[in-house]
Nanobody, 118 residues
Framework: QVQLVESGGGLVQPGGSLKLSCVVS????????MSWYRQTPGKERELVAS????????IHVDSVKGRFTISRDNVKNTVFLQMNSLKPEDTAVYYC???????????WGQGTQVTVFS
């Protein structure tokens, strides 16, 4: 049974930083690319970043490039999203899922809320 447990969100002022974590179980973590997504009310979930199974290849969407960094720890079955220089438009619920640039599983965890406010 696949489980995706996101954490690390919170309230932060513009320019601040947060580090999100997603602990995974139910599949062989190191065999799969992982991605972070985000969603705001009334909008579709959008891709933020992806990382391949070995961790050596990443992509970040243009809106977060240079500010966010995806990484992973294959021993701890955890994928991370380091978010720096946060902006109000980064406010969203953040989710992780397996897969490169598109979600592999229909199941989603509860997500973690990130709110950037002045």
């Amino acid at each position: 049974q696949v489980q995706l447990v996101e954490s690390g969100g919170g309230l932060v002022q513009p320019g601040g930083s947060l580090k999100l974590s997603c602990v995974v179980s139910g599949f062989t973590f190191s065999n799969y690319a992982m991605s972070w997504y985000r969603q705001t009310p009334g909008k579709e979930r959008e891709l933020v970043a992806s990382i391949n199974g070995g961790g050596g290849r990443t992509i970040h969407v243009d809106s977060v490039k240079g500010r966010f960094t995806i990484s992973r720890d294959n021993v701890k079955n955890t994928v991370f999203l380091q978010m720096n220089s946060l902006k109000p438009e980064d406010t969203a619920v953040y989710y992780c899922n397996a897969g490169w640039r598109s979600p592999l599983y229909a199941y989603w965890g509860q997500g973690t809320q990130v709110t950037v406010f002045s």
